[in-house]
């Protein structure tokens, strides 16, 4: 078992990639704590893969240091870097059986036969691939081969863990499992771990911070509620969700947060201070809106009409246009979208002051 | 041809006229050459007894077979290290490796024996050389014997080595070297513990590749070995043209025959005949 002060903690400066005239990759500067489970989230294209790739050491920045517990380790070959790294495809030695992929980054490190044969049998038993040590990568399921990749990748202690969208290849119910598995890993071993991937709901579950890229950018970093329930702008709120926007017209500041007119009723806001401008866009997660027959005075709540439902199991979405004609998503209770559909005429969106947000007006 | 013919019949039509081909230029003759070893001088199995007795026909069989283990090492080693340029070199290094593995399929087989030839003869360009910066004093003698065949005959067979080793590199997932130098294992290590060892049916098929063709060879050890170093091909001829003994020299015809038959088996067994391309 691993201290937890020997996970490494990494700082990145100005790191920025160009391959020809493609800029992957453009002044990020990053800290990455030690022991945390930081996820790079964004679309294919996004960078984040080139990052992962920059600290593993297979890929060289054109610019900017990468340091990591202090020492600059940009010009340190990947080799040297002690960076364990678990791919998407999981890449295993396929000449080899379980038990000698597990082995080989100690074997490369020189241990003796005794110590290996030790850790080996632990982190099988670890990873609960107890029965296949015997076995060829090929004669395993996908997601025995991922235990497989990740028992490889930790079992010579890093201190940090790379993880390159590993769960790409697993059905849904694997995924779940395996993502249980992997926060189970981090908390036992007390490593740093980096997780790239594409899904923002996997992103917000595991992760103790997201760093969501676009376009080569870092547009924000912070802890998953952070992100989701305030995003720095439009990407960033589009992508780890869905949500609503309805333009916001006479901003001004008020103590701790801002009012304005939405569609000609006074809305005000909580906690989000108002550095945007007279016009901004207000912003509303689906499963912070409700549906009321009125609204009282005082109360955040614009008028519209319910035009579509899809049912959902536990709940319903409900898609309604506004008197101004802005189309709105809501998630309600089944029966009450039911009602709202049969009145077939007006009903009232509401939402508490503090879960609405402003974002700048028309630019990202 | 999907709807007009069915895709086994479509299949059967294109090879038809292969099949007839290698049936009546080679299959049938194969036949004649078959009865022959049992009917000539007299029928019976008198050519195969003589075979097993033969000292001549069984040293030639024994060099045979050595010449062909060792050109196969040293042809599958060089090809390795040249496709290993051509595959993953940089796009330079790949023009130039490319070209190395085309140009000597331009070339006939007799030119390049002849080639060899004044490059390796006592008064060649080599001999000559060493001796003038010194290093010798009497020629080397480097042609007319088993070591001309030997180089000659791999740099004939390099470049068929070549094509089952590129297809193996080139179906290996490069993450997975990414993985073992990410994991701490130095280059060269990672070379030899996981390349090598993934490019395994590539080595096997190109090494049974170039033991098939040596076995055969008849221009090349005929020329560079000036008749001191007789292969098996070149002694079946001797039987055939000159001697002539017809009956022995189609039983030596046959035994390789099968001999090398055997081989192919061994060899589809254990590659897939699409790692051979």
Redo the contacts between chains.
Sequence with gaps: MQQPGRAAEIKAIGIGKSFGSFRALDNLTLDIGRGEFLTLLGPSGSGKTTFLMIL???VQPTEGRLFSDGADITDR?????????V???Y?????MSVEANIA??LK??KKSATEIKKRVGEMIERVGLIGHEKKLPSQLSGGQQQRVALA??LV?EPGVL?LDEPFSALDKSLRGQMQAEMKRLHQETGTTFVFVTHDQSEALALSSRVAIFNHGKLLQVGAPDEVYDRPANRFVAEFLGEINMLPLKGVRSADDGATGLCEDRAVSLRGNPATVGANAILAIRPEHMSITREAAAGENGIAATAIASTYLGAATKLDLTTRQGAKVTVSVPNEIAAAALSKGNSVWLTWPAEKGFLLPDGGQ | MRGVLSDRMGAALLMAPLLLFLGLAYAWPFLGVVKWSFTLPTPGLGQYKALLTDDLVQSVFIRTLRIAAIVTVVSVAAAYAITVVWVRGSPAQRLIAEFCILVPFWISVLTRAFGWVALLSNRGLINTWLQSIGFISEPLTLVRNEFGVIVGMTHFLIPFAVFPLASAMRSLDDRVLLAARGLGSSRMRTFWTVFVPMTRSGIIGSAMIVFVFSLGFFVTPAILGGGRSVMIAELIYLRIFQSPDWGLGAAISVVLVLFVGALMALLFRYVRPKQLI
Excluded: I, T
């Design positions: 593993a050491g297979f070959p990947a080799e040297q870097r002690a960076a364990g790294m791919f998407q495809g890449a295993l030695f396929p000449h080989f980054p490369v490190r490889r990748a010579f790379l």
